[in-house]
């Protein structure tokens, strides 16, 4: 399974940008998240969606600005990200976990395959 991911780029505190992940292969049994990794920290858990009634959860400080939503007759998934703060500047990561987890689904390593990342930079 391949993750493609885009829409990435530079955008300006309070902007909007809206990320997509490309899934080679049907995915609609697998939980899907969006992690991020910012230079000199660890890889951190963002949002993420279940296969099953579609079920979101999110981080805490993305809550609220972030939205994720998944089309799995595309195999997408997608990430909107409104009212954008520097603090969210980072390598934004495609996640699918094939066996379609419930739980720990915050948990990088529940995730067994991943994009290469696209980079978000926002400015102030």
């Known amino acids: 399974v391949h993750l493609v991911e885009s829409g990435g780029g530079v955008a300006q505190a309070g902007d909007s940008l809206r990320l997509s992940c490309y899934a080679s292969?049907?995915?609609?049994?697998?939980?899907m998240g969006w992690f991020r990794q910012a230079p000199g920290k660890e890889r951190e858990f963002v949002a993420t969606?279940?296969?099953?009634?579609?079920?979101?959860f999110y981080a805490d400080s993305v809550k609220g600005r972030f939205t994720i939503s998944r089309d799995d007759a595309k195999n997408t998934v997608d990430l909107q990200m409104s009212s954008l703060k520097p603090e969210d500047t980072a390598v934004y990561y495609c996640a699918a976990d094939s066996r379609g987890s419930y739980f720990y689904v915050e948990s990088a390593s529940t995730y067994d395959y991943w994009g290469q990342g696209t980079q978000v930079t926002v400015s102030s």
């Open positions: 292969e049907h995915l609609s049994k697998s939980t």
């Open positions: 969606i279940l296969w099953s009634g579609g079920s979101t």
